[in-house]
């Protein structure tokens, strides 16, 4: 069974014309390069891929599970537990500390808090003397490792990361990428990086181009 499959997905703007996306299949592990410049959809079909915006028609299944049949609480429940999602920003909660961020993750995916495997995992990224930081008090860097544990804590069937590498050097760009595949790796969680960085397209054998 597919990780995530689309069918003849379709969405629309208000008064523009409809962007029509080719079908997107992904087997457990196989990571996936989502690739295309900008204005050609990225963000629109990353939107629709995690349920945070709806088609105009075509299905999206994750796990086996329609996507859009579900709603509401159902729908955010079963995003949170089931995707991981590395935005731009890292989007922390500012009064919250590091581990309260990641507890609140686990919340959300109406999962047990476990700060045992908090700390394991921030041990694992190099974080774990900051887990009684605030965002405000850690550096870029340490913002964005903290971001991919709060996606990844939940072992998520799908983590998506949005442009990960683009603001990067080629030395952090591919420290970055390291990170990504290792975490994604041990947490068996297949990673889809939506990006138009061209300089990573080689680190990839499935790549899907917008």
Do not use: C, W
């Amino acid at each position: 069974m597919d990780v995530l499959s689309t069918h003849e997905l379709v969405f629309q703007y208000p008064n523009s014309t409809p962007m029509r996306f080719q079908n997107l299949h992904m087997e457990q592990l196989q990571h996936t390069l989502l690739l295309g410049d900008s204005g050609k959809g990225k963000t629109t079909l990353l939107n629709l891929l995690a349920g945070f915006s709806k088609p105009s028609s075509g299905t999206v299944f994750l796990n086996g599970q329609d996507l859009y049949k579900l709603s509401g609480s159902a729908l955010d429940s079963y995003r949170a537990k089931h995707i991981g999602f590395i935005f731009q920003e890292a989007h922390l909660l500012r009064n919250f500390t590091i581990l309260e961020n990641i507890k609140l993750a686990q919340s959300l995916a109406n999962n047990k808090v476990d700060v045992p495997a908090i700390h394991e995992l921030l041990a694992m990224l190099e974080m774990d003397e900051k887990a009684n930081s605030y965002p405000n008090e850690i550096s870029r860097g340490q913002l964005q490792r903290a971001a991919i544990a709060r996606a990844i804590i939940n072992k998520p069937a799908l983590l998506i990361a949005d442009e990960p590498t683009a603001a990067l050097d080629d030395s952090n760009t591919q420290r970055v990428l390291d990170l990504l595949f290792a975490i994604a790796n041990s947490y068996q969680s297949t990673l889809l990086i939506a990006t138009h960085d061209k300089r990573i397209k080689d680190h990839f054998s499935h790549t899907y181009q917008l």
